[in-house]
């Protein structure tokens, strides 16, 4: 599809793609971050001391969480201007 092709229609539905896409990188960011704010308070809060194997089990997933969703970003813009470029 070359540029020429593409109405007003279509600009603006790759925009709302490519819109789509940074907000679905945003929620895996929000969503590692939570991992280890709740990770974290697991471990110092002596209250949550029987638990705290979830606590070390959320800090090693928040970096999983967040390389998922850097690379699913990059995967997918990628293919966005793959298709439209």
């Avoid at 945003?26 to 705290?52: D, M, N, P, W």
């Amino acid at each position: 599809m070359s540029k020429k092709e593409l109405i007003l229609r279509d600009w603006l539905a790759i925009d709302r793609t490519k819109l789509a896409n940074e907000r679905t990188f945003l929620a895996y960011f929000r969503t590692s971050i939570v991992f280890l704010a709740s990770g974290q308070s697991i471990l110092k809060l002596e209250f949550f001391a029987e638990v705290r194997e979830l606590g070390y089990l959320m800090l090693l997933l928040f970096p999983i969480i967040l390389l998922i969703g850097i690379a699913r970003f990059y995967i997918v813009r990628r293919a966005i201007r793959k298709y439209y470029q």
